[in-house]
């Protein structure tokens, strides 16, 4: 009863989806909504794209094991981001009018550099869009008891995003979100209210997670743990700000006030709202203790999953999985449509130049297919991965490669293509290097890829300038030896 509730929702979210796509005319409805949505739109596609699978599964049980510390990459890094960039990014590239991030690194730096930047946003997204993948396989096997297997389900989950995010774009992707998003945040509340209950009261779960020390938020007073601490804040906060589903939101909104106010409300209300789960799991130790530990020991994302199936009345089951299938499909239908924008618009256009806008929004919509066929199959092959793992994974490739181009292209005059180009070269190569030797254990490979980066700018833009004015110099004192 619960898997078929679960498939009339599937297909009743498919069907809005396709009737928002009657919207989409032209590449630009499909990129970015033709630049038609409100702020109240802009608010829970920002926050739907940041809830997703990892929210509702990953955050749990990261903080259930590590407390507050472990999970400062995400939520608090991930709503921080949002927040950042409405105050000091959405403003300066709402005014360009651009369809996509990529755009800006061509504008600012030129071709070189928009094709390098291009391929490091799409490369991050396999690890984001997989993990939602992974979470739809997760739920389509615990409701069937195990009939449907991990890979189906991923496959079935697949399917029914790219139903309506294939036709809809960034329109169907926006309506779904809205509609998503109310009945995620009152799925959860409801059932927070609910586990409190069967706890005990509220207090009674704050009083166990204050005893088990899980808000303890400051990492240990030694050098390597402030390091890898401020590696984890920074690697959603600063690696999700050059990322084409953030800037397709910025872009979608109607107005510039929209654009800057509603990441930041997004933002704010992310990391508020991903309490939420938090809450529940803590919930499960006082309700299940014996299931739970062993959950914990085996595979903490389902201890949430199994609290709802073995707890709860079946209403409450309704709401919980129509809740976590809400937060992973919104989240899934924005990573597909990005990267499969970027490809078209900032790749493919380059080899066709001449090619109409009919033509443009077919090779969208035949992006998102190959990309989400190549998406499910790194999903399968990365099974048993932790889903919470392969969002913070993502983050770092466009942390060290593509965030220092965007922020001093933006705020610093003297950035160059050259500095640019060595930033991205510096970054990448330090970070590799340090993933794959043990200096990576000692020292964080995306704190040491983001420092190379900013160093790789500094020189490139600056020795240029120096030596000419050197060399100019030199001239002078020649002239006057004369």
């Known amino acids: ?49 940041w809830f997703g699978a990892e929210t509702v599964l990953g955050i749990p049980a990261k903080f259930v094991n590590s407390g507050l510390n472990g999970v400062v990459e995400d939520p608090f890094g991930a709503g921080s981001c949002l927040i950042l960039v409405g105050l000091f990014f959405a403003g300066k590239l709402y005014r360009m009018n651009l369809l996509t991030i990529s755009d800006y690194y061509r504008e600012r730096y030129g071709r070189s550099v928009e094709v390098i930047c291009s391929i490091i946003i799409m490369v991050s997204y396999l690890g984001w869009v997989s993990a939602q993948v992974t979470a739809l396989g997760l739920v389509f096997n615990l409701l069937s008891g195990g009939v449907i297997s991990m890979p189906w389900g991923m496959t079935i989950g697949v399917v029914s995003v790219l139903a309506y995010t294939l036709f809809g774009g960034m329109w169907s992707v926006a309506i779904t979100d809205f509609m998503q998003m109310i009945i995620l945040v009152v799925g959860l509340a409801v059932l927070a209210v609910y586990a409190g209950d069967q706890a005990g009261g509220a207090d009674k779960v704050i009083a166990l997670a204050v005893s088990q020390d899980l808000f303890k938020f400051l990492p240990e007073p030694n050098m390597k743990d402030i390091l890898f601490f401020l590696a984890a804040a920074i690697t959603i906060m600063f690696g999700s700000i050059p990322q084409q589903d953030v800037f397709q939101r910025v872009m979608s909104a109607n107005s510039l006030n929209a654009a800057t106010k509603g990441p930041i409300i997004g933002g704010i209300c992310y990391i508020l709202f991903a309490f939420v789960p938090m809450f529940l799991v803590v919930s499960a130790l006082i309700i299940m203790p014996e299931q739970a530990a062993q959950l914990i020991e085996e595979d903490p994302q389902k201890v949430l999953p199994t609290l709802v199936m073995t707890q709860m009345p079946f209403i409450m089951q309704v709401l919980f999985f129509g809740a976590l299938l809400s937060a992973i499909k919104s989240c899934a239908s924005a990573t597909l449509l990005a990267p499969s924008v970027t490809f078209t618009e900032n790749i493919w ?9 009919k033509q443009s929004l077919l090779a969208m919509r035949v992006t998102v297919l190959v990309f989400s066929a190549l998406v499910l199959l790194y999903a399968i092959q990365m099974q048993g991965s932790s889903i919470y793992e392969m969002v913070s994974g993502a983050y770092q490739v466009t942390l060290v490669g593509a965030f220092i181009p965007l922020l001093f292209g933006l705020y610093w005059t003297k950035a160059t293509t050259q500095g640019a180009i060595l930033s991205i070269a510096f970054g990448l190569s330090t970070w590799l290097l340090l993933l794959m030797t043990p200096a990576g254990e000692e020292f964080p490979a995306q704190l040491a890829g983001v420092l190379a980066s900013l160093a790789g700018m500094l020189i490139g833009s600056l020795a240029p300038q120096v030596l000419k004015n050197k060399h100019g110099a030199h001239h002078v004192l020649q002239g006057t030896h004369l």
């Open 349 to 357: 256009r380059q080899f066709f130049p001449h090619q109409g806008d």
């Open 1 to 49: 009863m619960l898997l078929t509730l679960v498939i009339a929702y599937l297909l009743v979210t498919i069907a809005i989806g396709l009737v928002a796509a009657k919207r989409v005319k032209t590449s630009a409805d499909f990129a970015i909504a033709g630049r038609h949505l409100p702020l109240a739109m802009i608010v829970t596609t920002t926050f739907a794209t």
